[in-house]
């Protein structure tokens, strides 16, 4: 690594400011940059709508180099009206790739980059939701050809799988055959088929990939992402090709807390990424926000001195899936330690499924295998409604009519049918997963008046265990049930012998080194918390890096529970010791 032991640290220049700064101002901008973070590497951008000069380039190159900073390229796939075109309606003037002129002017850029350049990144602009005349024929023509009803998808997705070889590898490569190109993908993930983002294919045709993980202000901003997001996405994105995922980019946008902004680099650093991705170097230039990160990036460098390789319940979310839109990060916002992966994780030792998982046509075969070898499943309601006739009836005998259920009261059995009854913030709307008792067992149940049902349920298959849970209709709910349902929940599906007992708003992280990071996130009305640690066969918990160790409250079996005190905002490592190896 560079100035940091775990990760790279770099910022992304953008051509607007590399078409017109100075040499002067570029010199005062590191000046600010220096006292605060360590950069790199800086990838510098010719074309963002506008192109750099060649003399432009290469004084910031100079600048750069001078100050010991690597420099590779940028480009972003935006284009203004071609002189004398009719306008076209294109989001963020994006291309439309069914323009010649915009098609050849993307052609010259990536020659020109290439030239310049061993490597390069292109910004998550590379998708088109252009519908203008001409690509209105192109897709009916397409889907006519490949018997598809209707719909943009698959005309989008082949569509940009050409144009990422044809308009911009080729092209660059032509241009400097030695030059390595990234593909950087954004953080909504659930929507590239929608757009033209196609990672099944272009994953063949690039040299590598980058992974957004910008969440933002999740209630004011238009993406509604979960901020678990930063974290998950990179799960994905390095199972999907392992060793090819470039890193993290996150940026200071539509952030009102700092500590909004704080956590992009935090869940992004406990991925363990290569590269950290400052967007833009102009927009951390004299920002408070710099100093704050600069503080923090030591201290998770520190940190991740004790971290492993990132474990825990694999959810399953195939290539061009959509369906129950980031449930598993609202998930792991409540304490499930997931991670992501394109892959049906066949060896895994927990799994979950949800209404994306649905979008292979094989899930149910392939689950009842893993369930049949002695995996533990988790899947959600809405997994089963989207596998309707596809024979999962052999699994559970759960169905779901479409009925729900409001409630805030609930039943949550502890052990051998002892219950507590505990009751929520507000009251919840569950889907009602209709079951045939003592075919399935309930574990919690919704309790309005004289009646309740499931939420969570198990079944047995083989050697393996099979868990359903109905998820709130409204997604935030889950972090307004009580503390007995969500530990509940935690406790059916623990990861490397370890579950969370205590409220929402708290992520777990799971390595393959025997540690451990909580992380309580700063939300509304967040305040410190006692949680409790649950870790078979452990014997003490040592904070790290330098931290006092922490002896079991008690034993509960083959667990040891340890006490904790977490505070909002606070990321804590704590590496376990246990009496003997899991």
Known sequence: MGN?????????????????????QLEEQLAFLEKHIRLDKVYLEPWRGELASHEQIEMCREVFHAHGIKVSGGLTT???????????????????????????????VSAFIGKHFDEFIIDDFFFTNCACPDCVRARDAFNREHGIAAGWRDFRLDLLRRVSLEDIIAPAKAANPACRIIIKYPNWAESYQETGYNPKEQRKLFDALYTGTETRDPVTTDQHLPRYLSFSLMTYF???????????????????????????????????PKELMLFCFQSITDNMLTAALGFQLDKLDALLDHAGAPQGIVCYLPDNCQGEDHVEDHLGMVGLPIVSSPYFPEKAESIL?????????????????????????????????????????????????????????????????????????????????????????????????????????????????LLTLSVPESRPDLYRL??????????????????????????????????????????????????????????????????????????KGNEAVFELITMPGRYVLYRIERKEKQ
């Open 353 to 465: 499924l949800t209404a994306s998982s649905a979008c292979d046509p094989d899930v149910v075969g392939k689950l009842e295998k893993y369930l049949a070898e002695g995996g533990t499943a988790m899947v959600t309601l809405g997994f089963w409604e989207a596998v309707r006739s596809r024979g999962y009836e052999n699994l559970t005998s759960i169905r779901s009519e479409g009925r729900t259920v409001t409630a805030n009261r609930y039943r949550v059995e502890e052990k051998e049918y002892i219950c507590v009854f505990p009751e929520g913030r507000k009251s919840t709307t569950f889907r009602v997963p209709e079951f045939r008792n003592n075919s399935t067992w309930a574990l919690v149940k919704t309790v309005h008046d004289e009646e309740n049902d499931g939420i969570l349920l198990r079944d047995w298959y083989g050697d393996g265990t």
């Open 238 to 272: 390095e199972n999907m090709w392992p060793g090819r995922n470039g890193g993290g980019w996150f940026d200071t946008f539509d952030v009102h807390i700092t500590e909004h902004y704080l956590e992009q680099a935090y869940l992004t650093a406990f991925s363990r």
């Open 482 to 555: 009580p503390e007995a349902v969500l530990s509940r929940i935690r406790q059916e599906i623990p990861v490397r012998g370890v579950w969370l007992e205590g409220p929402s708003g708290i992520s777990l992280f799971v390595y393959d080194n025997d540690s451990v990071i909580l992380y309580p996130y700063v939300m509304d009305g967040a305040q410190r918390a006692r949680v409790r640690l649950h870790v078979k066969h452990g014997s003490a918990l040592i904070a790290e890096p330098g931290g006092k160790k922490t002896d079991p409250l008690y034993f």
């Open 78 to 108: 935006v284009i203004p009206t071609p002189e004398g075109a009719k306008p076209k309606q294109r989001l963020f003037n994006t291309f439309c790739y069914n323009d010649p002129a915009m098609r050849q002017k993307l052609k010259e």
């Open 4 to 24: 940091y032991r775990n990760f790279n640290l770099a910022a992304y220049f953008v051509a607007r400011a590399a078409a017109r700064i100075t040499r002067g």
